[in-house]
């Protein structure tokens, strides 16, 4: 028979000091373990939500990012003209592209932070549909005009709508302002390919990177192998979710090692205080267990109690870690991406997978704190502990 | 003196407690070293700046290149006294995951510069007689099991193409702060291979100003000079360049703070509990002492003493942990360019751990010191 489970709520009620002590370091450890998960997924999320299933971008072979890569006219052409590629009411949905990072100084500090330039043509918006203009305009090509992502806009100084912006020599406008669903795109500035290759003085005619709308779901191998043959083709394809994931994979692996460091040191140190809360209250127990065992119930139930009192301890614990670490859900913050060299905002998230991990890994720690306490309260001798009256 | 026995029978009357509370200070403070080292990885760039040392980059970015010919309009600036120019290679090792900084450097100029970076004569003989030597630092040749006289193969990012490279040197540094994982090889072979666009570009420049010479005005008159060409230039002083770097990588600082005051709060309340608990379960013995002629201050002090001595047999064994842990190297594999334990963290963990013992033990102490002799042995 097992024991009824007020009689742990009493117990817990009843030690409510050293309670407070392990719920707060279960606590602890939960809330970075959720915060630095967040991070690691929002990181992820902001470039992988980049990217479209439904596109395919093309780049130079061996190129690892679309800062080193080239695609030249005739190779546009070529992909213009595939008929993987969806057409639209006027023409290929294909869209080149040119990036240059500029340094611009951020709103926060002053200090000068590197924004990604993102050259393109008005089909940009139709290949990537998930960009959305929500203030002003987009602007015109053959004009010195610019469109902000909306982090891009917070981050950094005098980009706002009206803006007049000094790049390269030449002053341009900020005649509008667009939302990509809080993806990379959102933390660059669109711009005129043709304008930024003259300003940069880059050779005209060359893009880095083309995103062209697929025509069907295997139209990323077929246009792949299409390729593959053609010798003017030196050029990789990718779905254009794979780039993005890749590009993220650095800095996703980077955050979680060291937040999972820590997290794992700080849970040691949970462990412990619960170790220390549950022994203390077994020690102080003795009588009150060897009662217990008089009255009948078998080490079995005794074992379960416990377990289930630092379960308990634990999952408060861990219910106050997550609800420490929900603010921070949405929260925009902004670091360097090594793999695109350039400064990327993106919002923490608290998902309802990440909140799950916090619960599991502090019911672990409570499992690990509370089962030898548990075995000893079992193995306490009862007459031995009943003399002691 | 003569107290130990007792100190020692009281740390020892409840073992596990006793091991658990240790455990606990070990844990944090080994969580603290880490958090230290982590912080110090992503300074190490403004660390080991050199104070005389300018980075002379394009306005419009780092990516965007420099005209060699720059070097003799540089060198002619009144204040630079030596200077020397690289590129970035952005090479990939096997795998894109493999992730180290490649630069094309100067071989004749660049340790003149960068004087910290320590490299055998002979082997530094043998990268200037080969066109395709490479140096590299020890924290990569390490990692990646390169020794001298290996043929190492990178695959061209910007650069397109496959290049390969003879290792000829293993460099090392003067302070733990500097970069041990750069791979170096002869700025001549990159324009000899790279394609026609190349056209003679530089990443940057790296200039050394004379001593007394003030490092403002050298900026200014470098920048002057290129003012309204088709390649302006930013001059700054390599900290103020690291740091707008650490800057960008966010606020490390900030979690830093955080997670360590959680830490520390939660080690506050575990050490207190332990001690209030313990002194609780010797209210009795504690009167005794009191009756058999222990002044108010002694008790105060005994208490004092074994909540401090926990503080500091845990806080020692969790710094020790955590230099052994940074000397085993950096976990990220290569994402760190340096992890290493500062000395001022060691003082610092030190500090925190002594302080924690007293703040810990002050309240139980206290109501150890306060005890009524009569009322506590009633209550046997």
């Known amino acids: ?389 | 003196m003569k107290f130990l026995p007792l100190l020692f029978a009281n740390l020892t009357r409840r073992k596990v407690r006793t091991t658990l509370t240790l455990g606990s200070f070990a844990v944090a403070l080994f969580l603290f070293c880490l958090l230290v080292t982590i912080r110090a990885a992503f300074n190490s760039g403004i660390d080991a700046a050199g104070a005389d040392r300018m980075l002379v980059i394009n306005k419009v970015s780092l990516i965007q290149p420099l005209p060699i010919a720059y070097r003799e309009k540089l060198q002619r600036v009144p204040g630079v006294q030596d200077l020397t120019y690289a590129n970035w290679f952005g090479g990939v090792y096997q795998d894109e995951k493999n992730f180290f900084a490649q630069f094309a450097i100067d071989a004749d100029t660049y340790r003149t510069v960068y004087s910290e970076f320590i490299v055998p004569p002979d082997q530094w003989q043998a990268f200037l007689a080969d066109k395709q030597g490479a140096v590299i630092g020890k924290a990569t040749a390490d990692r990646y099991g390169f020794k001298i006289g290996d043929r190492v193969p990178l695959k061209g990012g910007g650069f397109p193409g496959d290049w390969e490279f003879n290792v000829r040197g293993i460099y090392t540094a003067r302070r733990p702060s500097d970069d041990l994982t750069q791979f170096w090889f002869r700025w001549d072979y990159l324009k000899e291979k790279a394609p026609p666009w190349f056209a003679n570009q530089v990443g940057w420049y790296t200039v050394r100003i004379a001593p007394g010479s003030d490092a403002v005005k050298v900026a200014k008159s470098i920048d002057e000079i290129f003012a309204n060409s088709a390649w302006e230039t930013r001059t700054q002083t390599e900290s103020a360049f690291m740091a707008s770097f650490a800057e960008q990588m966010g606020n490390v600082e900030f979690l830093m703070i955080a997670i360590g005051s959680v830490v520390f709060f939660t080690l506050l309340l575990v050490t207190g509990n332990t001690m209030a608990t313990s002194v609780r379960e010797r209210t009795g013995e504690l009167a005794i002492l009191k009756t058999v002629g222990f002044t108010d201050a002694s008790v105060l002090a005994l208490v004092m003493i074994e909540s401090v001595l926990l503080a500091a047999i845990g806080g020692a064994l969790g710094i020790a942990a955590g230099k052994g842990f940074t000397l085993l190297g950096d976990p990220t594999k290569g994402m760190l360019v340096a992890f290493y334990l500062p000395a001022s963290g060691v003082a610092a963990g030190a500090a925190l751990s002594l302080s924690v013992g007293v703040i810990a033990g002050l309240l139980p102490a206290l109501t150890a010191m306060r005890l009524q002799v009569v009322d506590a042995l009633r209550r046997l």
């Open chain 1, 1 to 389: 028979m097992a024991l009824p489970l007020i009689y742990n709520f009493e117990s817990v009620r009843v030690r409510w000091a050293s309670t407070v002590v392990a719920v707060l370091g279960i606590a602890g450890s939960v809330g970075v373990f959720v915060a630095m998960l967040a991070l690691a997924r929002g990181f992820q999320a902001a470039l992988v939500s980049s990217g479209s299933e439904h596109n395919a971008m093309v780049r130079r072979a061996g190129a690892t990012s679309e800062m080193d890569s080239a695609i030249t006219l005739e190779q546009l052409r070529a992909i213009e003209d595939s008929t993987e590629v969806m057409r639209g009411a006027d023409g290929p949905l294909v869209s080149p592209e040119v990036v240059v990072v500029a340094a611009l100084p951020l709103a926060k500090t002053g200090t000068d932070a590197m924004v990604q330039l993102r050259g393109v043509s008005l089909k940009a918006l139709a290949v990537h549909d998930k960009v959305k203009i929500v203030n002003g305009r987009f602007f015109t090509p053959g004009l010195f005009e610019l469109t902000v992502g909306k982090n891009a806009k917070n981050a950094y100084r005098g980009v706002a709508v009206g803006d007049e912006v000094k790049l390269g020599g030449t002053v341009w406008k900020v005649v509008g302002s667009f939302d990509a669903g809080g993806s990379a795109f959102d933390s660059e500035i669109w711009l005129d390919a043709n304008l930024l290759n003259a300003t940069y003085q880059r050779p005209t005619g060359i893009h880095q990177s083309v995103a062209a709308r697929l025509a069907g779901d295997d139209a990323v191998g077929a246009l792949e192998r299409r390729f593959a043959t053609d010798p003017r083709m030196k050029v990789r394809v990718e779905r254009e979710t794979d780039y993005y994931k890749r590009a993220s994979q650095q800095m996703t692996t980077f955050i979680t090692v060291l937040g999972s460091l820590v997290a794992l040191v700080m849970a040691l140190g949970a462990v412990f205080a619960a170790l220390n809360t549950m022994y203390s209250a077994v020690a102080e127990r003795s009588r009150e267990i060897a009662t217990i065992r008089a009255l009948g119930f078998g080490e079995g139930a005794v074992v379960l109690s416990f377990v289930i009192e630092a379960l308990l301890v634990a999952l408060a614990g861990g219910i106050v870690g997550c609800l420490a670490a929900l603010p921070l859900n949405g929260l925009v913050t902004q670091t360097l991406n090594f793999q695109t060299f350039s400064h990327l905002s993106f919002a923490f998230r608290v998902t309802p997978e990440v909140v799950g991990w916090g619960i599991a890994f502090a019911l672990f720690m409570g499992l690990v704190g509370g089962l030898p306490p548990a075995v000893r309260a079992a193995r306490v001798p009862v007459v031995v502990a009943l003399r002691d009256l």
